[in-house]
């Protein structure tokens, strides 16, 4: 619950921000599929570590959670602002994007233990590097999906 809320109020900051810097107005409600599609991926992910627990079900809430749940939104961002780029520099952006969002979900939960003294979040020594494995590979998996439904659902071009 406490994860899905401060997804909420990072993807509504993040937008107010994009809309302030980009100073331009675009439809936010127009792709609101992906966003829902995202929070439902992250509490799926969340009943699944539930479910599973231990050092699997943790992978597999970091891969959907994380990886898949941020390409969800990074989706719904390139198609809301209409952000064109070959599906290179759009696999290294999302790749920073994931990285990115892993590393403050590191820092938040080393802050946790640290500041706030809510125990060890950590499984074991290797717990944020298999995390940000896990961001990383759901990452992939969904972009590789999503790039693969858009080959199966365009039309093929007629040869003149």
Do not use: C
């Not at 064109?84 to 920073?96: G, I, K, P």
């Amino acid at each position: 619950m406490g994860r899905a809320l401060l997804t909420i109020l990072f993807i509504v900051a993040l937008l107010w921000w994009l809309q302030w810097e980009f100073k331009r107005q675009v439809d936010l409600r127009k792709y609101w599929r992906w966003i829902v599609a995202a929070l439902l991926v992250q509490a799926l992910s969340g009943i699944a570590f539930a479910v599973i627990g231990g050092v699997v079900g943790n992978f597999i809430y970091h891969a959907v959670g994380g990886g898949i749940m941020t390409t969800l939104f990074f989706i719904y961002l390139l198609k809301t602002y209409a952000i064109q780029m070959s599906w290179r520099v759009e696999l290294v952006v999302l790749y920073a994007f994931v990285s990115a969002l892993g590393v403050i979900n590191e820092l938040a939960e080393y802050a946790a233990e640290f500041f706030i003294g809510v125990g060890t979040l950590s499984w074991d020594s290797h717990d944020t590097w298999r995390d940000l494995v896990a961001n990383t590979s759901g990452a992939l998996l969904a972009w590789g999906l999503y790039k693969l439904s858009l080959l199966w659902t365009q039309k093929p071009k007629t040869e003149k």
